[in-house]
């Protein structure tokens, strides 16, 4: 059986895997429809402190197809990354890191949960490292959507 010494420090270890997989070229791939629509409503909230979409091309709040539903969907997730607009420039990769965040807060969530499940490190352990590499989850943890917060608030509920 594994001491909390030595569980913590391979939690590390799996957790730097982790940054280190959702951080590499994060900024390298343009962003698909949606992740357009999150960061125009971001920066639009960052630029107004009201919800609507930002035109970057005439750099204001943008006139056409104006939808209040889909500027204020996800608040809370946006509010986040119209926080981190504040310190550093909307780029794909800082508006990603976000979710990047969440991601890695949800492996130590799965380390915690299947600790809690079954009352052993090691498997919490295999857990995290399962999480920190899978395909989905490094997919899931590096776009600008709001379901990457929602998976470890979801787990940590579910706990």
Request: charged share 15%.
């Amino acid at each position: 059986m594994l001491d909390w010494k030595r569980t913590i420090q391979i939690l590390v270890i799996i957790l730097l895997v982790g940054v280190v997989l959702r951080f590499y070229n994060l900024g390298e791939n343009s962003f698909v429809a949606d992740e357009f629509l999150d960061i125009n409503s971001a920066y639009g909230y960052h630029q107004t402190g009201e919800w609507q979409a930002w035109d970057f091309n005439y750099t204001m709040p943008s006139s056409v197809n104006e939808n209040v539903l889909r500027d204020e969907r996800a608040a809370p997730y946006k509010f986040q990354v119209a926080a981190l607009f504040s310190i550093l420039p909307p780029t794909e990769a800082v508006a990603r890191s976000v979710s990047v965040a969440w991601g890695i807060f949800a492996i130590l969530i799965v380390f915690w949960s299947a600790w809690i499940f079954t009352q052993r490190r090691d498997i919490g352990l295999v857990a995290a490292l399962m999480c920190a590499l899978s395909i989905s989850a490094f997919i899931f943890s590096r776009r600008l959507r709001m379901y990457a917060m929602f998976f470890p608030l979801y787990l940590t509920a579910a706990t």
